[in-house]
């Protein structure tokens, strides 16, 4: 049985950082393509960024470009997400979801192209 599970959420001020962490158990990383979602109180969930089971592309919200970073280390089965110069805008439950596919090179951006999520963490920014 697959599961994920996310660490890293907290509180932090404005223009502060956090390392979120996803840690894939019970099958290998590397047949998976990742994604990180967000959920705001009372909103709907929505990508932050899909990489590839390579870890080669990408595909992100615009309003996190050039803040978040998303790096993948299969041999510990983890993938990271690094957010910079967080805004109250980020402010969210933080989900990792993992789509177990044949296809190297494909960043799935709906949330049903997953299969496997984890039950969140919370990111809250203030100032």
């Known amino acids: 049985q697959v599961h994920l599970v996310e660490s890293g959420g907290g509180s932090v001020q404005i223009g502060g950082s956090l390392r979120l962490s996803c840690l894939l158990s019970g099958s290998t990383l590397s047949s998976y393509a990742m994604g990180w979602f967000r959920q705001a109180p009372g909103k709907e969930r929505g990508l932050v960024v899909a990489?590839?089971?390579?870890?080669?592309?990408?595909a992100w919200t615009e309003s996190v470009k050039g803040r978040f970073t998303i790096s993948r280390d299969d041999a510990k089965n983890t993938v990271y997400l690094e957010m910079n110069s967080l805004k109250p805008d980020d402010t969210a439950v933080y989900y990792c979801?993992?789509?177990?596919?044949?296809?190297?090179?494909?960043?799935?951006?709906?949330?049903?192209?997953?299969?496997?999520w984890g039950q969140g963490t919370q990111v809250t920014v203030s100032s």
């Open positions: 990489t590839d089971r390579d870890g080669r592309n990408a």
């Open positions: 979801a993992a789509a177990l596919t044949s296809a190297p090179n494909v960043a799935y951006q709906r949330l049903d192209s997953y299969d496997y």
